[in-house]
């Protein structure tokens, strides 16, 4: 069964700085989708970056950056230049295949909150 | 291009009624998920509908049904309801397969 890995309930960054969430899967699946969303106090999920197994480059999406490490099974999120907006509940998700069919089930994380301070 | 959108955004029902939500994906998407999220259990994938069948089924209970119309839209519906379905249900569409699924805004639902 799928599993996805967060391992730090809340981080804190400083404006303007660097800051990585953190996320490990496990999966038997040779073919799997790994993403990442912003959930704002309002609810709503926001689709921040999509990593595909095959992708051999990391994906990029403006400030956003997806660190993947496939031997290790992790796939950190990696924002640069935080801003004040990018407070919020962050989670690590995957999407599986079954059985040769392609399935919209996604797995979640238990999610990070960030908090970026003035 | 239009999101993903989920109607009523907000429902408040008694316990022992039934429910029904909505949600219209992004044109030209075929395959919508519905989740239930809570602070206890977070995110929880209820089930997945591609050309309007049911192709995949999390683990709840048989009070929580749902369906897709041959426009991709699609309904969610819970019967019997209980304090405990107390939820924001979202729905996200997708082309199919693994690609990037996009959320709606969600449905709070709270059971009186």
């Known amino acids: 069964a799928q599993k996805i890995t967060q391992t730090q309930p809340g981080m804190f960054v400083q404006e303007k700085e660097a800051v990585t969430l953190d996320c490990t899967y496990d999966t038997s699946d040779q073919s799997y989708g790994l993403f990442w969303y912003k959930q704002p106090s309002s609810g709503e999920m926001i689709f921040l970056i999509y990593q595909g197994s095959y992708d051999e480059q990391n994906a990029t999406e403006g400030r956003y950056s997806l660190n993947f490490q496939k031997a290790r099974k992790s796939a950190n999120l990696v924002i640069s230049a935080s801003q004040l907006g990018d407070s919020a509940m962050y989670f690590c998700?995957?999407?599986?295949?079954?059985?040769?069919?392609?399935?919209?089930?996604?797995?979640f994380g238990d999610g990070t909150t960030l908090t970026v301070k003035p | 291009k239009a999101g993903v959108t989920q109607t009523p955004r907000y429902l408040i029902k008694t316990r022992g009624q039934q429910v029904t939500l909505s949600c219209s994906p992004i044109?030209?998407?075929?395959?919508v998920s519905w989740y239930q999220q809570t602070p206890g259990q977070g995110l929880q994938f209820l089930f997945e509908?591609?050309?309007?069948?049911?192709?995949n089924k999390g683990n709840f209970p048989g009070r929580f049904s749902g369906r897709q119309f041959s426009n991709s839209r699609s309904e969610m519906n819970v019967s019997t309801l209980e304090l405990g379905d107390s939820a924001l249900y979202l729905c996200a569409s997708s082309l199919a397969g693994i690609t990037e699924a996009f959320f709606g805004q969600g449905t709070r639902l709270t059971v009186v």
């Open positions: 509908y591609f050309s309007e069948t049911q192709r």
């Open positions: 998700a995957m999407r599986e295949t079954i059985g040769g069919f392609n399935a919209g089930k996604s797995t």
């Open positions: 044109s030209g998407h075929r395959s």
